[in-house]
């Protein structure tokens, strides 16, 4: 096979700084708003006060004016006081729900901060509306809370809460972990049957009906690096992950590939011939994007957990120069194919203390800064130029198609930034 990837220098030895301080980071819950587009028969009902309604209906955004697959059934202060059993009316509320939505095949209780803090048990009452619901509906639980988790480990959460009840199987069938937008999820599954490997299940499905099976004999690839939880529960169930770098670029997709293709024995010749067109198209969209990107410095805020794969797509394939790569967690098991690749930087950083780091991007004035919400207005007033973390994962950017796309939303700001340079000279 016809891959160059020797890594430059690789930083999977070097030192980590990690930081234990205050973060700025949504919290899981975020997370139902790609999920709740993707399993289209699950709905999503958080156990949580009034400002988790806001925080999913603003995230939401124009979801809202449709009839949504998810909801907050809201604790109040009698809840709160332990003056009311939540219990029952929790059943009172999924009951009347279920009554009203037939469509639901998978219901998630979501944890949030209000109902870990009352300690409200929603695995028990997940399993005692499993058996009043069943067959016709599934209940599970997990927690979005926002205590000690950043907003990615939402998809994470849900996900791992699918694995101990997915059915056991022994065929030998590849399973891509994460959840892709559909029409990216297609192309990947169109290039994984070109290449004739198959069987190949997704989780999570679309459709209850389509739930994969796990095994022994099951492999599995994660479409997603924040999946430490769903990792480690599939590995539990028996099945065995292809270590490889995230389908980010021409060189991440290539890689990816690769690594399920050397597990199935594909033939070099089959591989270089079905990846060889989209790998060109690849590079060309990202070329486009290069020439703005090359040559620019980049730091990272801990945010979307993305933060390794990008930093090795926008180093390597579009020439920029990571000052500090920030990381709310670092699973070495995950990301160490991607830490062979990167080039050294100069700081590779775990976990926040927003105060150090914002001190740290204020002395490095990266040309582009990657942090969340909170923090790139200030930022930006003070002169740095940001991309919005969040914008990663409501924008389709896995996969060869989406290599330009990917390569554009960081191309966008400098761009901008440029042409208001310009725009105050011009107007001096
Ligand atoms: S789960 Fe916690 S952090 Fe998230 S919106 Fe609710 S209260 Fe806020």
Request: hydrophobic share 45%.
């Amino acid at each position: 096979m016809t891959v160059a990837s020797s890594p430059a220098a690789g930083c999977r030895d070097l030192p980590v700084l990690r930081e234990r301080g205050q973060r700025e980071v949504f919290c899981g819950l975020t997370g139902i708003i790609w999920l709740h587009r993707k399993m289209q028969d699950a709905f999503f009902l958080v156990v949580g006060s009034r400002t988790c309604a806001h925080l999913l209906q603003s995230a939401a955004g124009v979801m809202i004016f449709a009839e949504p697959r998810f909801g907050t059934a809201i604790l109040e202060e009698k809840d709160l006081a332990g003056l009311a059993d939540a219990q029952v009316e929790l059943d009172r509320e999924v009951a009347r729900l279920l009554a009203r939505r037939p469509d639901i095949r998978q219901l998630f209780l979501v944890g949030s901060c209000p109902s870990e803090v009352i300690k409200l048990d929603l695995a028990k009452a997940a399993e005692r509306l499993s058996a009043a619901h069943a067959p016709h509906v599934r209940v599970l639980n997990y927690s979005g809370s926002g205590i000690e988790t950043t907003f990615t480990q939402g998809e994470d959460a849900c996900l791992a809460a699918m694995v101990p009840v997915l059915p056991v199987t022994q065929a030998r069938e590849l399973l891509l972990v994460g959840a892709l937008p559909d029409v990216v999820e297609d192309q990947a599954l169109a290039l994984l049957a070109a290449l004739g490997i198959g069987p190949v299940r997704v989780l999570p499905a679309r459709r209850s009906d389509d739930i994969p099976a796990v095994g022994p004999n099951t492999v599995f690839a994660l479409t997603q690096p924040f999946l430490g939880d769903t990792h480690a529960a599939l590995t539990r169930r028996g099945a065995r992950a292809i270590p490889a770098p995230f389908p980010f670029g021409e060189e991440g997709t290539t890689l990816w590939l690769q690594a399920i293709a050397t597990e199935f024995g594909v033939d070099p010749a089959l591989f270089d011939h079905v990846t060889a067109a989209p790998r060109a198209r690849a590079r060309k969209a990202v070329a486009a994007h290069a020439g703005t990107l090359r040559g620019h410095s980049l730091f990272f805020f801990p945010d979307s957990q993305l933060e390794i794969p990008l930093a090795r797509f926008l180093a390597r394939e579009c020439g920029m120069h990571p000052l500090e790569v920030g990381t709310p967690y670092l699973h070495r098991d995950i990301l160490g194919p991607e830490l062979d690749l990167l080039p050294a930087v100069p700081v590779l950083s775990e976990g926040q203390d927003v105060d150090r780091q914002l001190d740290r991007a204020r002395t490095a004035r990266p040309d582009l800064t990657v942090c969340g919400l909170g923090l790139a207005n200030p930022l930006e007033s003070e002169g740095l130029t940001t991309k919005w973390a969040i914008e990663l994962v409501f924008t389709p950017v896995h996969f060869y198609e989406q290599a330009g796309d990917l390569a554009a939303l960081f191309s966008r700001p400098l761009r901008r930034r440029a042409l208001l340079a310009r725009g105050l000279e011009a107007a001096e």
